[in-house]
């Protein structure tokens, strides 16, 4: 790995840093519902008008096609220009749908789907999770009858993000009913707006309704919307989740460094309540300290991911270990934060910008979950990198 800044790379990094200056939003994304999705297209639009679209697809696909360490840059800028979060209604389709497409479907999927999903046009949703399914995702239930020209399908997934603005979904079914687990699935283009699906909003502890149940009613859907193969489609969801669970948290993973620089500077002007501040209590300092050290180990193991991804083009397991390490000290932090600022931390009225840190914290616990239980990164980890006997 060569973690030398060549003079493209800093090149780069200034006109990603001057764009970034006046193109900024000036004011904030809107908490959550349709306002937010109409402030996530229009600041994926922009981006996409001046040429800072997609920066780790192929140019071939309309994308920058950056390099390893580029991206990286990119997502520094981003974190310190205070830009739009990149999780929002936008990265499902741009962070593993498209590249998903790119990957596996066809000339005709990827010449239709990938320019609406750079510019913001085609929001996209997940249909993965199931009630009685969750994580486990090679036990999903959801059934599709595969007829002449069309599958139709009949079930329900859960927690579907974004459900309600999503123009596509990534559909991942069970095509051979007498197949089990990873066998006999399919993984569909999903069209939202196709007749007999319901949507559901379900309201969480982040006091908005972001996450859906939908139900699927006789849902017809295209033989050409299938990606990859007919009850082959769980190598086509393991793309999926690779690129999900491998560089799709590359800016949550660099950002925590300049998280855990604002908590320092809070915690030098905030007082707790014996009048200190709290940079002066040696506990918070310590925590605050480990938080640092941990948040440029995985900076560093985020560097050595993202170049071994270049070399070999398979983002590949280590995603899962990861997710693990910038889950757990997310959460950390946050937990930290909270006892820097008592009370005050308990305060939340479901608004990210208002209470940012309180939002953090809530978020933490999602965060664990989606993309995979913390449990099955686990699992992943110990069958797929440590090659330890299987638990089942």
Same mark, same amino acid.
């Given at each position: 790995?060569?973690?030398?800044?060549?003079?493209?790379?800093?090149?780069?990094? !200034?006109?990603?840093?001057?764009? =970034?200056?006046?193109?900024?939003?000036?004011?904030?994304?809107?908490?959550?519902? @349709?306002?937010?999705?109409?402030?996530?297209?229009?600041?994926?639009?922009?981006?996409?008008?001046?040429?800072?679209?997609?920066?780790?697809?192929?140019?071939?696909?309309?994308?920058?096609?950056?390099?390893?360490?580029?991206?990286? %840059?990119?997502?520094?800028?981003?974190?310190?220009?205070?830009?739009?979060?990149?999780?929002?209604?936008?990265?499902?389709?741009?962070?593993? @749908?498209?590249?998903?497409?790119?990957?596996?479907?066809?000339?005709?999927?990827?010449?239709?789907?990938?320019?609406? %999903?750079?510019?913001?046009?085609?929001?996209?949703?997940?249909?993965?999770?199931?009630?009685? @399914?969750?994580?486990?995702?090679?036990?999903?239930?959801?059934?599709?009858?595969?007829?002449?020209?069309?599958?139709?399908?009949?079930?329900?997934?859960?927690?579907?993000?974004?459900?309600?603005?999503?123009?596509?979904?990534?559909?991942? %079914?069970?095509?051979?009913?007498?197949?089990?687990?990873?066998?006999?699935?399919?993984?569909?283009?999903?069209?939202?707006?196709?007749?007999?699906?319901?949507?559901?909003?379900?309201?969480?502890?982040?006091?908005?309704?972001?996450?859906?149940?939908?139900?699927?009613?006789?849902?017809?859907?295209?033989?050409?919307?299938?990606?990859?193969?007919?009850?082959?489609?769980?190598?086509?969801?393991?793309?999926?989740?690779?690129?999900?669970?491998?560089?799709?948290?590359?800016?949550?993973?660099?950002?925590?460094?300049?998280?855990?620089?604002?908590? %320092?500077?809070?915690?030098?002007?905030?007082?707790?309540?014996?009048?200190?501040?709290?940079?002066?209590?040696?506990?918070?300092?310590?925590?605050?300290?480990?938080?640092?050290?941990?948040?440029?180990?995985?900076?560093?193991?985020?560097?050595?991911?993202?170049?071994?991804?270049?070399?070999?083009?398979?983002?590949?397991?280590?995603?899962?270990?990861?997710?693990?390490?910038?889950?757990?000290?997310?959460?950390?932090?946050?937990?930290?934060?909270?006892?820097?600022?008592?009370?005050?931390?308990?305060?939340?009225?479901?608004?990210?910008? !208002?209470?940012?840190?309180?939002?953090?914290? =809530?978020?933490?616990?999602?965060?664990?979950?989606?993309?995979?239980?913390?449990?099955?990164?686990?699992?992943?980890?110990?069958?797929? =990198?440590?090659?330890?006997?299987?638990?089942?």
């Amino acid at each position: 790995m060569d973690l030398q800044y060549s003079e493209a790379d800093r090149e780069f990094r !200034e006109r990603a840093r001057a764009w =970034l200056v006046d193109a900024v939003p000036k004011q904030p994304r809107p908490a959550h519902g @349709a306002e937010a999705a109409s402030f996530d297209r229009a600041w994926q639009r922009k981006m996409y008008e001046h040429g800072w679209a997609g920066v780790a697809w192929p140019k071939q696909y309309g994308g920058l096609g950056l390099t390893g360490l580029q991206q990286v %840059i990119w997502y520094e800028e981003l974190a310190r220009a205070r830009a739009p979060h990149y999780i929002n209604t936008t990265y499902i389709a741009l962070m593993h @749908a498209g590249p998903t497409l790119i990957a596996r479907g066809t000339d005709a999927q990827k010449a239709f789907h990938l320019p609406k %999903i750079l510019s913001g046009e085609a929001l996209w949703c997940q249909g993965f999770s199931e009630p009685n @399914a969750g994580s486990d995702l090679a036990s999903l239930k959801t059934r599709g009858d595969v007829g002449n020209d069309d599958i139709v399908v009949n079930g329900a997934k859960m927690w579907t993000t974004d459900a309600k603005y999503a123009d596509y979904q990534e559909l991942l %079914i069970r095509t051979d009913p007498a197949s089990e687990r990873h066998k006999g699935l399919t993984w569909l283009i999903g069209d939202m707006k196709a007749p007999g699906i319901d949507i559901k909003p379900i309201r969480t502890m982040l006091m908005d309704e972001h996450v859906n149940t939908v139900f699927y009613d006789n849902v017809h859907i295209p033989l050409v919307n299938v990606v990859g193969e007919i009850d082959k489609g769980w190598s086509t969801a393991l793309s999926t989740l690779s690129f999900e669970r491998g560089l799709g948290f590359i800016g949550d993973q660099l950002e925590l460094y300049e998280r855990v620089g604002r908590a %320092i500077d809070l915690a030098g002007k905030t007082r707790l309540e014996d009048g200190r501040f709290a940079i002066e209590d040696d506990g918070i300092a310590q925590r605050l300290a480990s938080l640092k050290a941990d948040s440029l180990a995985i900076r560093a193991m985020t560097l050595a991911h993202i170049t071994e991804s270049d070399r070999t083009g398979d983002p590949g397991p280590k995603g899962s270990l990861m997710k693990l390490l910038v889950t757990g000290t997310h959460k950390a932090l946050s937990e930290t934060v909270g006892e820097i600022l008592g009370w005050s931390f308990l305060e939340f009225n479901g608004d990210r910008t !208002e209470h940012p840190w309180t939002y953090d914290y =809530l978020w933490s616990w999602v965060f664990s979950i989606s993309g995979g239980t913390s449990e099955i990164q686990r699992e992943i980890t110990a069958d797929r =990198l440590l090659e330890l006997p299987r638990a089942r």
